[in-house]
């Protein structure tokens, strides 16, 4: 099990998602203080920590966001990765009135139909 530092701040995506990777691409672009640290999910680092978190690595339907000792799955986990980006990206945070097993549903719809719908790389998005 790996130790996490307190005061750690990461994502864990999934690197051949299209989606998930033009999502990193687009965190890269936006300056987030702290900044996150971003890992694929592919990564021995990535598998390891969605496997402490009890996320299955082999068909994960989520990505994984560790702030200060926050854990966030799903929905909860799209809505704060947005928020910290600041400015008017916070006013996402309107989602949250939303209940969450139905923006959950929704994020999972959309998690199980990735590769479907939006493709896939044929090599793991390793972020900069």
Known sequence: MQQLDSNARII???GICNVCSGGVRFLERHRIEPPFK???MQSTEGKGLLEQFGID???PTTFLVLDRGLVL???DASIHVMTAIGGRWRLVVV???IPRPCRDWLYRLL???RYRWFGRRSTCYLPQ
């Open 12 to 14: 864990v995506f999934d």
């Open 95 to 97: 989602a949250r009135v």
């Open 111 to 113: 998690a199980r139909n």
């Open 38 to 40: 971003l890992i694929p």
């Open 57 to 59: 690595t082999e068909d």
């Open 73 to 75: 799955t799903q929905s």
